[in-house]
């Protein structure tokens, strides 16, 4: 079910504007931005005694009584319950034991002739969109349009767990509704401080790309000493395609920098997995640098996340506590990639500093338009279904649509039902943005590279962008032969020599040829889109894990497998994901 909605228009503004927003139809663009601090208090931590980073004991043993039980937890108030703080993303369960830097919700909102939007940028892996349907419905309550409100998630791998699947076993739930409604409660309340203080600013716009030798591997024109890398990121799913722009868009009042709006793509992750800390990761010292040096307000919005996008063991340049480079006696580049908080504050630095430079645009701005599509996303994926089945998710009963408008239920003895959606674009001035509920594949948005190898699967062997072929799928087809496998016996011309060959082609390590993100629906997004800088909004209003381009899910994958390099399959609703984002960028186009 797909449902369009053009908002509202300057005539049908309130008579008393929520907030008391300035909705004048006078060509002036006006913003106002807060941030609050939503760090929960760690109650009870436990004795990490194998150093392991994850709680070996027992839930309802805090003293290890039971031989089975490795390891104690504080158990502050006697209840013989672990109430640990569940960190979200890498293995489970991990529990916070300290704070490395705070946790915010940070908000701006927008006004031009009468339109106005409102984004916020919440540091969680994600928010389900019944949380952020019970933000909307806050601020709808103040007048303010629930439609008007885009809530990102950073994708946080070491904020507390807001979906309910890294708990303390397989059975449960990590979501912590204490946390989760401190983050309902401050989308409200930097949304109604921000929109309540609007100032008259004139807008700077740009994107920088990343583009610098030092961010780009010798097979990507650039000197990194890591070939797999362009833009600074790895992508750790074939074909190697990343998404390493960066979007700004500055503020300036009469009295400086009122508020910055930044956006780029890789998980929040690479402070990695060996700690216990609650931390925002890069986006902190994103926000941080350029507060400290530009002023105002600055929020962070996720972009296109999956493939997946990381800079989690890249090779960047070293960065000095100032923030300026570090350079060998030959004056080249020293080279940093051990991982840790250290590789958080550079590469957060190196970003920060990248999206500042890329301020160069200061054109008026001549509009604000919003639109949505709504639609619904079947959950046939086992271990979605098994999360809302053991009630892991952080979600009622209710939130899953099991009527004859979610698509195949009733039909296809997968589809457990379906869950609502939508999807955004959002026009402002030169700037449009596009959202997704989830971790979009770049290639979904900016498109697949035209090279050879995209098209011809025997010449991926060797080629940059396939680092993890195996070499005995080169004669097959994807579609028909390996689409729905884990393996295929091959007795025939494996590599294209006109060799007779037996082999197994693994089709873990296999991929769609052609590669193409979708088989009949008009890509990449960005085609779709008006503007002169679009970008994507990754993990915005809902979240229903990786978006994956239809002709390349792998639906014998799931998490009960072997995963290769399929991995993204296993946290997916749905094979059809990619091209119901797609059909809804297209219904929004036409």
């Not at 941080?288 to 890249?314: C, P």
């Not at 998710?393 to 899953?400: H, I, R, W």
Request: net charge negative.
């Amino acid at each position: 079910m797909i449902l369009a909605l053009l908002l509202g228009c300057p005539e049908d503004v309130p008579a008393e504007p929520p907030y008391g927003m300035p909705l004048l139809d006078d060509g002036q663009l006006y913003v106002g931005a807060a941030r609050i601090d939503v760090t929960p208090v760690i109650e009870e931590t436990f004795q990490d005694l194998d150093g392991d980073n994850q709680f070996d004991g027992c839930d309802a043993d805090p003293d290890m009584t039971n031989a089975r039980c490795t390891e104690p937890y504080d158990d502050v108030d006697g209840d013989r319950h672990f109430d640990a703080l569940f960190l979200a993303g890498f293995g489970s369960p991990r529990p916070a034991l300290d704070i490395h830097d705070a946790l915010t919700v940070g908000a701006v909102v927008l006004a031009l002739n009468g339109e106005y939007v409102a984004f916020v940028g919440v540091d969680a892996i994600g928010v389900l969109e019944n949380r952020c349907r019970d933000a909307r419905d806050l601020v709808a309550l103040d007048g303010f349009d629930r439609d008007r409100l885009l809530i990102s998630a950073s994708h946080a791998h070491s904020s507390v767990d807001t979906v309910g699947i890294w708990g303390l076993d397989e059975v449960t739930s990590g979501a912590d509704q204490e946390f989760l409604e401190s983050v309902v409660a401050a989308i409200h309340d930097t949304v109604e401080t921000a929109a309540s203080s609007m100032v008259a600013v004139s807008p700077t716009v740009g994107v920088a790309d990343m583009s610098a030798p030092e961010f780009n591997g010798v097979p990507f024109g650039g000197i990194n000493p890591d070939a797999s890398i362009e833009g600074g990121i790895n992508d750790i799913r074939d074909p190697l395609i990343t998404a390493g722009q960066v979007l700004t868009m500055g503020f300036d009042g009469a009295d400086g920098r009122v508020a910055t709006i930044v956006s780029a793509s890789g998980h929040p992750e690479v402070s990695d997995s060996d700690h216990n800390s609650l931390s925002s990761d890069y986006p902190g010292v994103m926000r941080d640098w350029i507060d400290g040096t530009d002023g105002g307000t600055t929020v962070f919005l996720s972009g296109a996340l999956g493939g997946m996008q990381s800079a989690l063991g890249a090779t960047i340049p070293t960065v000095d506590e100032a923030g300026a480079r570090v350079l060998t006696g030959t004056g080249e580049p020293e080279w940093f990639n051990t991982g840790g908080f250290e590789f958080v504050r550079m590469w957060g630095t190196l970003l920060a500093q990248a999206s500042q430079a890329s301020l160069t645009d200061t054109q008026a701005w001549d509009k604000i338009r919003v639109r949505k599509v709504e639609y619904l996303v079947p959950v046939d994926n086992i271990s979605f279904k098994l999360a809302f089945q053991l009630g892991l998710l952080d979600t009622p009963d209710s939130y899953v649509d099991q009527t004859s408008d979610c698509p195949g239920f009733g039909i296809n003895s997968d589809v457990f039902g379906c869950v609502p959606a939508a999807t955004w674009v959002v026009e402002m001035g030169p700037v449009t943005l596009g959202s997704a509920p989830g971790e979009l594949f770049p290639e979904l948005f900016w498109g697949v590279p035209d090279e050879p190898a995209m098209v011809d699967a025997a010449l991926r062997p060797g080629d940059k962008r396939w680092v993890q072929v195996d070499d005995d799928c080169a004669g097959l087809d994807w579609s028909t032969e390996c689409k729905d496998e884990e393996r295929v016996t091959m007795a025939s011309d494996c590599d294209g020599d006109g060799v007779e060959c037996d082999g197994v082609c693994d089709c873990l390590h296999a991929h769609a040829a052609p590669y193409l993100v979708s088989a009949d629906k008009p890509t990449p997004i960005i085609d779709l889109l008006p503007g002169t800088y679009k970008f994507p909004l990754g993990i915005t209003n809902a979240y229903c894990g990786y978006i994956v381009p239809g002709p390349d899910f792998n639906t014998w994958v799931d998490v009960t497998t072997e995963q290769g390099d399929h991995y993204e399959e296993t946290n997916s609703c749905t094979a059809s994901f990619g091209d119901l984002v797609l059909g809804a960028f297209v219904e929004l186009a036409e």
